[in-house]
Structure formats: structure tokens, C-alpha cells
């Protein structure tokens, strides 16, 4: 398709959602993520949910502190600037008329109320620490495949000439991606990003080799991501205590160099040190863990991941994947939670082939496998297994099979990591690492995969619905309630077994990360 056709495609879709949203007066912010279109809306009451989720484009939504849209990878990137460019030719100056601040208004309860019942301490500040580490995402990716195409290169011998060249693009990133999350770390709390970010950059500096700290010599990149991470809160704090106190007429000059002095002499002698044992705390648990009892952590782990996604509680992992891939070049943890998505696709199937009369259940999966298989797991979560109920479930027991397959190669030996965070499926084939060949790591994680599949689709089969269930779905058309009758690419048009009230058909303070490692991306 040429780029024009594209182009009028990306504008096309935005054009038919900015009115199902309310249009461009509703829109209070705009932005994206791996996977979805995020909008903060003034009313929510204005979205116009079911003909929303009856567009082509759209896999289906989710409701947290901001409406998301899911698009889908790639999809989001290019509908986003389209959206934002409608939005901005489309809003009126909001002080023109009453019903905009009545709009405002009412938005802002809305938004409050939300964020009074859904978010707790503990959940923000995860949202925190992902909102540092999700915009890395994309060069980790890029990084990582291009790491895995150099080591490609070398195991056959081809193009010499170009393997150094590769190893640069691959490891400039990882070799400063603690100034990164410092600059990131500060923009999140509240600092002056390049500050942060300064702060942070001591830490891979060659030349901290010559300072002694707690008796030992300091090694560049000691503490990693953690110790910046850190040392970029430290400094915000310093940040804000110095534009308390400092003179205007000296802050420009006094503030930075305090930041930084104080902030980077603690990083030095103190942080860099108890990062670093952390960070190596870190690396031998999950090392040792799938060394000695890689079976039954993987079972556990493939298992709950679907619903510490749900919870939002799996973004406490990402920094625990990135100090493994800045560690060891991998992490050992991803192959085995990416298993929850095969789990996932398995139960869909299952579904598909328990339902043969209801026509709205089955084009919902026949448009959701594809992105299923490719780690993308929002489409068959919110559109089939979460609204059922007990598919949900038998997909958590095919991801803990999958898991505890990957868990076990590991414990025998085969240590089967990804060199970045965010894809899974079949996405992450070339991303995979480990301590043996890239040919066992291809068949250690396909072999997880396919137990993923036929243990959630055996689960599934057998134990995912009552007999009642299978009655009220398969009812013929002309009994056949509203819902069965939605619109093919609706993916809400299952019928839902749980209440809407209930704790689980939103996925309440969840992040996306990737959606990284992320959300929904079992």
C-alpha cells in the first residue's frame, strides 16, 4: 500500500472517532501507548461506547484514569498525530460559551471520583515507575533485535564487516540508558529532567573507576538503573528544597549546582553501592530461583500474570527486567510470563470451537487471533475470556503449563531470555537469548508456547463453561439476545458473566506496558 493510501487510512480512523468521543470540545489530552489511544474527556458521559467499539480499527477499549482506545501496535503510533491534528482544528476556545466550563466541570468530578475509587498509594507509584521506564521500550526493542541479528551474523560467520558496526547500534542504548531513566525520573516527579539526568549520567562515567567508596573501588554502570533511578529522586528532592530557599536572583546559578553536587557526591558514596548490591541481589534470586525450582516458579509466575496485569501489579516487574537485561543481557523472566498469552490464545480457541451458533462471539476471535498470536492480548481479554468468566481462569492454567515448561528447561540448564521488554507471542522469537544456542532458545520457548495453547484450550474445552452457559450462548438466532446480535467487530458483544459492578471487567489502575512487558501482553 502506498504511503499516501496509509496516511488516508490513519486520517480516516481519527476522523471517525473524534465524534464518538464527543468531539474535539470534550478532549482534554491527548496521548498514546503501545498499543492505545489514550484521551483525558471533560464528559464522559458523551462517548458513544457501542458505535466506538463497532469501528474497523478499533480492538476495544478500557476504562481507567483516561479513556484508551486500543488500536493495536504500530496502528496507535500513526492515528495518534491524525487525532491530535483534528482535535486542534476542531476545539473552541473553551471560555466562549457556559456549556464548556459546564463540561469542565463535570469532567473533573467525574475524574475525581475515579481516581478516589480505583487508585491506592501502592498503584500510583507503580504507574510511576512505569511511566519511567515505558517510553524505553521501543529502542530496548530495537536495540534488542538488532543485538540478536549481530549474534546471528557471528554464530554463521557472514559479513565480519559489519558485526562491529551492529554491536555499537545494539549497546550505545543499553551503555547510557541509566541517564535515560534519570532524565526520566526527574520528569516524572517533578524535577528538571536534565538534571536528572546529569545526576544519573555519574553513574556510567569511566571515570568513577578512581573514587572509593565504603572501602572498594567503584566500577562504571555500578547500581545500574536502580541507582539511577535513585539518585534522579534524590536530586528532584534537592530540586525543590533549593527553590524554597535560594534567592531568586541566585536560583539560575545555585540551584543546578547544588542539585547536582549534592545529589551526585551521595550517588558516589553511598547509592551507587547499595544499588549495585541490589541490582546483584536481583540478578542471583532470579537466576537461583529457575535454577532450582525453574518448574514450579514458572507455573506460578505464567499463571498469575494475567491477573497481576488486571491489577496493575505487574508493573513492579519492569525495572526487575531491565536490571536483568542490563546484567545479563536478557531476562530470564519474560519468555516464562509471555506464556500467559498463549494460555490466553488457547482458551479463545476453545471458545470459538464450544460456540458453533454464536456468530458475534466467533468474529470476535477470528479478528482477535491474529494480534493474540503476536502478544498482543487486550482484544481476547476484554472481548472474550474476562466477560465469560471461566475462560479466564482455564487461560491462567494454560499460561501456568506454558510457564512451567519454560521453567523447567531452565532448571535443566537452559536459560531462555529476552533481550527486551514489551513483545511477546511470536514477537518475541527474535528477541530471544540465553545461555545456549539461539536453535534450543527457538524451540525451548516453542515448545512453552504450544503447551500454552493446548493446555488452554484443553482447559477450556472441558472446564470453561456450565452447561447452562453453553445453552444461553449457543441459542439460536431468533432467541438470541442483544448482545449476540452486535456488530461483528464489537468486542464487547459477548455476554457478559460477570456483574459491572463487579471487580474485574476493568482492569482498574493497570498501565500498558508492555502494555511492556506490559499490559494485557501475557
Not at 490466553?344 to 480457541?349: E, F, R, S
Not at 464487547?492 to 501482553?521: C, K, M, N, Q, T
Amino acid at each position: 500500500m502506498a504511503p499516501a493510501d496509509t496516511s488516508d487510512r490513519n486520517r480516516a480512523t481519527a476522523e471517525a472517532i473524534l465524534p464518538l468521543v464527543g468531539g474535539a470540545a470534550n478532549i482534554a489530552s491527548v496521548a498514546h501507548c503501545m498499543t492505545r489511544l489514550r484521551l483525558g474527556l471533560h464528559d464522559r458521559s458523551l462517548v458513544q461506547d457501542e458505535a466506538l467499539k463497532a469501528l474497523p480499527a478499533v480492538l476495544g477499549v478500557v476504562e481507567d484514569e483516561t479513556y484508551q482506545i486500543v488500536l493495536g501496535p504500530g496502528a496507535v503510533a500513526r492515528v495518534t498525530p491524525e487525532f491530535e491534528r483534528l482535535v486542534e482544528a476542531g476545539r473552541a476556545p473553551r471560555a466562549a460559551t457556559p456549556t464548556a466550563a459546564g463540561l469542565a466541570e463535570r469532567g473533573a468530578a467525574i475524574k475525581a471520583a475515579r481516581k478516589a475509587r480505583n487508585a491506592t498509594p501502592f498503584k500510583l507509584f507503580l504507574r510511576r515507575i512505569a511511566n519511567i521506564f515505558v517510553p524505553l521500550i521501543p529502542a530496548l526493542i530495537g536495540c534488542g533485535i538488532i543485538a540478536g541479528l549481530n549474534g546471528l551474523l557471528t554464530n554463521l560467520h557472514w559479513l565480519p564487516a559489519l558485526v562491529p558496526a551492529l554491536a555499537a547500534l545494539a549497546s550505545g542504548f543499553m551503555s547510557l540508558i541509566a541517564v535515560f531513566v534519570g532524565y526520566n525520573t526527574a520528569k516524572e516527579f517533578g524535577g528538571t529532567p536534565i538534571l536528572g539526568g546529569a545526576v544519573a549520567a555519574i553513574i556510567v562515567f569511566p571515570g568513577v573507576a578512581n573514587v572509593d567508596a565504603f572501602g572498594r573501588q567503584l566500577a562504571p554502570g555500578q547500581g545500574g538503573v536502580l541507582g539511577a533511578l535513585g539518585a534522579a529522586v534524590l536530586a528532584v528532592y534537592v530540586e525543590k528544597w533549593c527553590r524554597r530557599v535560594v534567592p531568586e536572583a541566585l536560583d539560575v546559578l545555585v540551584t543546578p549546582t547544588l542539585t547536582v553536587l549534592v545529589s551526585g557526591l551521595v550517588t558516589l558514596y553511598g547509592l551507587m553501592y547499595v544499588a549495585g548490591e541490589v541490582s546483584t541481589a536481583i540478578g542471583d534470586a532470579a537466576n537461583w530461583l529457575l535454577a532450582n525450582g525453574g518448574a514450579g516458579a514458572g507455573l506460578v509466575l505464567g499463571g498469575l500474570f494475567l491477573p497481576l496485569v488486571m491489577l496493575g501489579l505487574h508493573q513492579a516487574l519492569i525495572p526487575i527486567h531491565t536490571t536483568l537485561i542490563e546484567q545479563q543481557g536478557y531476562t530470564v523472566l519474560l519468555p516464562i510470563l509471555a506464556m500467559a498469552g498463549a494460555g490466553q490464545v488457547g482458551a479463545a480457541a476453545a471458545v470459538y470451537v464450544r460456540l458453533p451458533r454464536n456468530g458475534s462471539i466467533r468474529r470476535t476471535i477470528r479478528s482477535a487471533l491474529p494480534a493474540g498470536f503476536l502478544g498482543v492480548g487486550e482484544p481476547l481479554i476484554y472481548g472474550v475470556s474476562l466477560p465469560l468468566g471461566r475462560p479466564f481462569i482455564t487461560a491462567c492454567v494454560g499460561g501456568a503449563f506454558g510457564g512451567g515448561f519454560v521453567g523447567l528447561f531452565n532448571q535443566l540448564g537452559a536459560a531462555v531470555g529476552s533481550t527486551a521488554i514489551g513483545p511477546s507471542g511470536w514477537a518475541l522469537f527474535p528477541l530471544l537469548d540465553g545461555n545456549k544456542g539461539l536453535g534450543e532458545m527457538v524451540v525451548v520457548y516453542g515448545g512453552g508456547l504450544l503447551v500454552g495453547y493446548a493446555v488452554g484450550f484443553v482447559a477450556t474445552y472441558y472446564f470453561g463453561f456450565t452447561k447452562s452457559m453453553l445453552t444461553d450462548l449457543n441459542a439460536p438466532a431468533e432467541t438470541a439476545s442483544p448482545t449476540e446480535t452486535a456488530s461483528p467487530a464489537e468486542p464487547s458483544a459477548v455476554p457478559s458473566a460477570v456483574p459491572e459492578s463487579g471487580p474485574v471487567p476493568v482492569r482498574a489502575g493497570a498501565d500498558d506496558p508492555l502494555e511492556p512487558v506490559a499490559e494485557g501482553r501475557g
